[in-house]
């Protein structure tokens, strides 16, 4: 869905040192992404509207608070995001 180029892009990062650790992130945010969207099938949130956004915002929020996250209001921003593709229930 994403590479780990444009997600450096999207960072603005641009050496090679945090390429592991971003590929993590990515994959996390794909998963936090889909959980919100009450979903195990990856065309979901790639066929969302949003989908994309939501998971290169994750992944940045993620990289950028990695000492002092607050979950709460990420996952608050990602149901914002996700609401108009997002099942009533698992």
Do not use: W
């Amino acid at each position: 869905m994403i590479t780990v180029d444009e997600m450096k892009q999207y960072l603005r990062v641009d050496y090679p040192d945090d390429d592991s650790l971003i590929q993590y992130l990515i994959n996390s945010a794909i998963q936090i992404c889909l959980d919100i969207l009450r979903t195990d099938d990856k065309s979901v949130l790639q066929s969302s509207q949003n989908g994309k956004a939501a998971v290169l915002f994750t992944t940045a929020y993620l990289y950028e608070h990695r000492q002092e996250a607050d979950h709460h209001a990420l996952m608050i921003t990602l149901r914002s995001l996700l609401q108009g593709s997002r099942k009533t229930e698992f």
